[in-house]
């Protein structure tokens, strides 16, 4: 796997999220898929400590139909946001999966407010037939464990 | 009414009931099967097993035929008893409110039980949780709301007049939409601001 193929997955899912195409990117996640962002600095895992999201896939499809419904409260309307990755390494790679770093910074707009988001982020990639798919997805916000205002945004 | 997909019909026969000093509860809730199916868990009914071995059956029956939902201890801290969920609430501003939310690990329980303790406070309590980013939303709305010079009051009288005695010197509410709680509330602040120390 070439890192052109890792760089264009991550610069295309950044692109769907940021024209809301969601549907799309759903379906660059595995069936098994999970997305974590997580609350603590270096949190270990997710099950004796709350997150600020922890979806299993059918978790992230409710996510992503809330997004769309029209009468979501939180999400009328969606926020519009800028996704920007940077600093992509690969740093491990088993053959089937790839282990991928990145740093993500994202502005979110909405309703006359504007955030500033930053992030490391982990992706874990699998080789499947259809091309490269996000088994798994961790964000670590810089502010995870500030007081925050609710979080609507897809990072 | 359309939140959780429930009909209206099971928001109105909920059952609200506010005692005096601002406290209050929803009941008559979480053991309706269109919403909740987790009272026949495996691990739930392991921990009821280990509650019986431990205190009896007799006790054990009184202690989760306790059937709350939302209570509130006024003026802020408001916890789910069933789900082991805590929330402190701290206003700091008129218009900033801290909210902490603490999740219980019940001792001798199942494991388990605490691992999905922490996955419904991820669902209903964390900052991007898709039930608490909508609530918080609501409130947000209301806020701005009052900062408009159309309404010199605000509405709290839905079911007023119809809320009903009961005989553990609680009232409850006609209907699970009444604002019985709210009145509530604004009688135990006004309490606390005028009676005598």
């Not at chain 1, 997955?9 to 549907?23: G, S, T």
């Not at chain 1, 974590?36 to 895992?45: I, T």
């Not at chain 1, 997710?46 to 600020?52: E, G, I, K």
């Not at chain 1, 999201?53 to 996510?63: A, K």
Request: net charge negative; proline share 5%; with cysteine.
């Amino acid at each position: 796997m070439s890192r052109p193929d890792v760089d264009q997955l991550l610069v295309r899912e950044a692109w769907l999220l940021d024209h809301q195409r969601l549907d799309e990117w759903l379906g660059l996640f595995t069936d098994d898929a999970v997305y974590w962002v997580p609350l603590q600095m270096d949190q270990a895992e997710p099950f004796t400590t709350a997150s600020l999201i922890y979806d299993d896939r059918r978790l992230l499809e409710i996510r992503v139909r809330q997004t769309q419904h029209p009468r979501a409260h939180a999400r009328v309307p969606a926020p519009r946001t800028v996704h920007q990755v940077t600093n992509v390494q690969v740093v491990a790679d088993d053959g089937r999966e790839l282990t991928v770093t990145s740093s993500l910074v994202m502005i979110e707009y909405r309703k006359e407010r504007q955030r500033v988001w930053g992030g490391l982020v982990e992706h874990r990639l699998r080789r499947t037939d259809a091309g490269l798919r996000i088994a798994a997805k961790r964000v670590d916000l810089v502010n995870s464990e500030s007081e925050l205002c609710g979080i609507a945004c897809l990072f | 009414m359309l939140q959780n997909g429930a009909p209206p019909e099971l928001w109105e026969s909920t059952g609200l009931w506010a005692a005096p000093y601002g406290h209050s509860f929803m009941g008559d809730y979480h053991t309706d099967s269109r919403l909740v199916t987790a009272l026949d868990h495996p691990v739930f009914r392991e921990y009821r097993t280990a509650l019986e071995r431990r205190v009896g059956a007799e006790a054990a029956a009184r202690i989760l035929g306790v059937s709350r939902w939302n209570s509130i201890v006024y003026p802020s801290c408001s916890f789910m008893s069933q789900f082991r969920q805590l929330r402190i609430v701290q206003p700091l501003a008129v218009d900033r409110t801290l909210v902490s939310a603490y999740s219980f690990r019940l001792g001798g329980a199942p494991e388990q039980m605490f691992r999905d303790t922490v996955a419904f406070a991820n669902v209903v309590n964390g900052t991007g949780s898709p039930v608490l980013t909508d609530d918080l939303e609501v409130y947000e709305r209301a806020q701005h709301g009052l900062t408009t010079a159309r309404s010199d009051w605000v509405y709290l009288g839905r079911g007023h007049g119809s809320d009903l005695p009961d005989e553990h010197r609680t009232w409850r509410g006609k209907t699970g939409t009444s604002e019985i709680h709210i009145r509530n509330q604004l009688a135990a602040w006004v309490r606390y601001l005028t009676d005598e120390p």
